[in-house]
């Protein structure tokens, strides 16, 4: 798992299967059957540490809580947004003071727009951040 790996020790890349490094598709996607990546398109999430071209890893087999991020279909497009819960009913949070809570339906599997829960970003730093599109 990703908890497994050391903070201050840079570990090699090591291709294929060997057995001495990290499988990132192993760390990444334990669920490789229900799992998809997306990029994002804006600066809406960024006080969640998520930037405009950053590639997420959603995994659809994950049952969403409170306070996810999740991707829903809404009016023929996917949305990124935290989830939240309020007497009962599932709402998206808004990302700006302009925008009001989006009610979606979760515990349905037929109605639910949702498509995922991101559980991974992934982000270019440096000079090339910029040019990342």
């Given at each position: 798992m990703l908890d497994d790996l050391p903070?201050?020790?840079?570990?090699?890349?090591?291709g294929g299967s060997d057995p001495d490094g990290p499988d990132l598709n192993e760390l990444l996607a334990p669920h490789p059957l229900a799992t998809f990546y997306m990029r994002v398109a804006g600066h809406g999430l960024r006080s969640r540490g998520v930037l405009d071209g950053d590639l997420l890893v959603i995994d659809r087999s994950i049952r969403p809580e409170p306070g996810h991020l999740v991707v829903v279909a809404h009016?023929?497009?996917?949305?990124?947004?935290?989830?939240?819960?309020?007497?009962?009913?599932?709402?998206?949070?808004?990302?700006?003071?302009?925008?009001?809570?989006?009610?979606v339906e979760i515990d349905d599997v037929h109605a639910s727009p949702l498509f995922g829960v991101a559980v991974h970003g992934i982000h270019t730093v440096g000079p090339s951040a910029s040019r990342r599109r």
């Open positions: 903070l201050d020790t840079p570990i090699p890349f090591r009016r023929g497009e996917f949305l990124i947004r935290p989830l939240a819960r309020e007497n009962g009913q599932w709402f998206l949070e808004p990302l700006r003071s302009s925008e009001v809570p989006i009610p």
